[in-house]
Structures are given as C-alpha cells and as structure tokens.
C-alpha cells in the first residue's frame, strides 16, 4: 500500500537525483568552458608571437614613400609590374610577356623573361635578379619582388587578398608593409585601376630569338604613359639636377643609369669620364628622397662628403658598379 509518507520519500530521492545531475553538468560545462578559453588564449599568443617575429625580422622598404613599385612573376610565366601610388589613389598594372628577350643584369647573359625568376633563384638571389633586369634593361625603377601570391595585393578578392598578406611566400616585402598596401587597395576605386599590357605596344616586336623559338625584342620608344607611371612625384616637382663621375671603365653603364634616373624624374646635367677604378657607387647631396631612391635600386653608399652646391647630388661609380648593373 502506497501511502503520502512513501510518496513525499520518491519525490524527495528524485528531486536530489536532479540537483546531482545538474552539478555533474555544470561542471563539464565549465571544465569545457575553461578548456577553449585556454585555446583561444594560447592561439592569440601564438598569433601575436608570431606578428612579432615578422615585424621584426625585417626592415619596411615602403616606409615614407607615396609610391611602391613591385615586381612579380605570375602563374602563366608572365611579369608583371605593380605600382601603388598612396598620394593619387592608384593601383596600375604592367604585364609584359615572359617570352620577352632581355639582357640580364649582373652579366649573366640573354634569357627569356620567364626564366629569369629561375636564373635569380640559381643564384641565390630570390626574386632580386628579376628586379634589377627590368631596372637596367627595360629601365622601370623597382627593387621590391615577389612570387605571384603577392599579384592579390591589387586585387578586391577579400580573401585571397588576407592570403597575400598572412601567407608566406618569397618576397622582400616585410609582414606591414603586406599589409599597408592591402589596406590602400581596399581603398582604391575601379575607376583608379590600370593594365597595360606591352605586348599591344609597337615597344615590343615579334621576332626569333636566340633560343630558336618565336618571342619579343624591344623595338622603338616605350609608350609615353609607361615611365610616367615610375615617376617619383617629390622629385620631378623639384627638377633636380644630378652630376655623375664615371669610373667605371664602361660608357653605355652611364648612359643606361641616366635614363633610369630621368625616369625617377631627375637629370643627369654633367657625366665626368674618368680613368677607370675599383668601387661600387657613392652619392652624396642634399636630396634625401633621390638618395633614398638610389640607395634602394643600386645599393649606393651615401657619404658624409660635402656636395657640390651647383648640383642637387652626386654619384660615383667604379668598375664593380658596371659588373651587377
């Protein structure tokens, strides 16, 4: 026989049975709660460990300047040139074919354009070797290389533009400044972007190269909007004049570096031919943003020398100058 004293016993032992089972829960739940918030921790230390290291490991190329140039190879063999100009607003796009004929820089012979990627690597180089052919030979300014990951930094694509910015790849490029430019394109509007492509210019002609095989040569004058797009705008509004001592042994390497330097927007007013000498390149004077220019696409040496008031700066060359030029 059930009575009222055995009932309120069930509903007694019950009851406790659930208080029982809800601090049996609630303990897994705070055990569990615990255990990601230490996850979620230990990723944001890992995180920022991380940012630290590759903010520190190297020097930004792109502080301080309005406009970056950067050099890349693309997935079809292609180069191209990216430059971002900050002040305008401005994201423009050079292709050129990689089946372009060029003489590569530092003496290394006549390649493809497609292969001096591979030839740079050979070397050593990374991507620098792709750089400095398209300085001396096709005379675009530009010191900053990067394999074709980088190609996303002017594209809208949100996400391939976040793997552009996190994801290793070879580049010279530091971890901010990645990021510096992908803030700048996010920015940039449709009507502020330009390709050019140079295989629709008359600047390349079709022709057998020395491989054999069909390509590109250069032929005539490069189309009037190319270099402007290199020009550095805080020194072609100060006209700057620019003496050059060549000691290199070599006359075409201060003909080839002149042009360079009126691309960049300053003159080469006077070129002084002297007897031929060991060293590399030397400039001095009082413009600090063609120096810095300088410094960054030939590896000058600023000296503490004082400078000829007639000129803005002075370079000077020596025999090893005309060996990686």
Same mark, same amino acid.
């Given at each position: ?126 991507? +620098? ?6 300085? @001396? $030979? =096709? #005379?675009?300014? /530009?010191? *900053?290389?990067?394999? &074709? ?44 972007? +330009? ?6 210019? @008359? $600047? =390349? #002609?079709?022709? /057998?190269? *020395?491989?054999?095989? &069909? ?111």
């Amino acid at each position: 026989m059930v009575t009222r004293t055995n009932v309120r016993h069930v509903k007694k032992l019950l009851k406790s049975r659930n208080e029982r089972k809800r601090r049996v829960s609630n303990n897994k739940m705070g055990k569990g709660s615990s255990i990601l918030s230490r996850a979620i921790l230990l990723l944001v230390f890992l995180f920022v460990l991380v940012l630290i290291i590759l903010v520190r490991g190297k020097r930004s190329l792109i502080e301080g300047v309005n406009k970056v140039n950067i050099a890349l190879r693309t997935h079809n063999d292609d180069v191209e040139v990216l430059s971002f100009d900050f002040k305008r607003g401005e994201i423009n796009e050079v292709i050129i074919p990689g089946d372009t004929e060029v003489v590569v820089a530092r003496g290394l012979g006549e390649f493809r354009l497609e292969n001096v990627w591979r030839v740079s690597e050979d070397e050593g180089l990374g991507g +620098e070797l792709l750089a400095e052919t398209l300085t @001396s $030979y =096709l #005379k675009i300014p /530009v010191y *900053i290389w990067a394999d &074709e990951t980088a190609g996303a930094l002017a594209e809208k694509h949100v996400i391939a533009l976040i793997k552009a910015v996190i994801l290793p790849y070879k580049t010279n490029l530091t971890f901010l400044d990645k990021a510096k430019i992908a803030y700048f394109n996010l920015s940039v509007k449709n009507t502020k972007r +330009e390709t050019i492509n140079l295989a629709d210019y @008359s $600047y =390349l #002609k079709k022709q /057998v190269l *020395i491989d054999g095989e &069909e390509g590109f040569v250069l032929s005539g004058k490069p189309p009037s909007e190319l270099y402007s797009l290199y020009s550095v705008e805080e020194i072609s509004e100060k006209a700057l004049r620019v003496s050059l001592d060549d000691e290199s042994g070599e006359g075409t390497v201060s003909e080839n570096l002149a042009q360079v330097i009126d691309v960049l927007g300053a003159k080469i007013a006077v070129v002084n031919t002297k007897e031929e000498k060991r060293g590399f390149c030397e400039v001095k004077g009082s413009s600090d943003v063609l120096i810095s220019e300088l410094q960054k696409l030939f590896n000058c040496t600023r000296v503490a020398e004082v400078s000829d008031d007639v000129f803005d700066v002075n370079i000077k060359i020596g025999s090893d100058f005309s060996k990686g030029f």
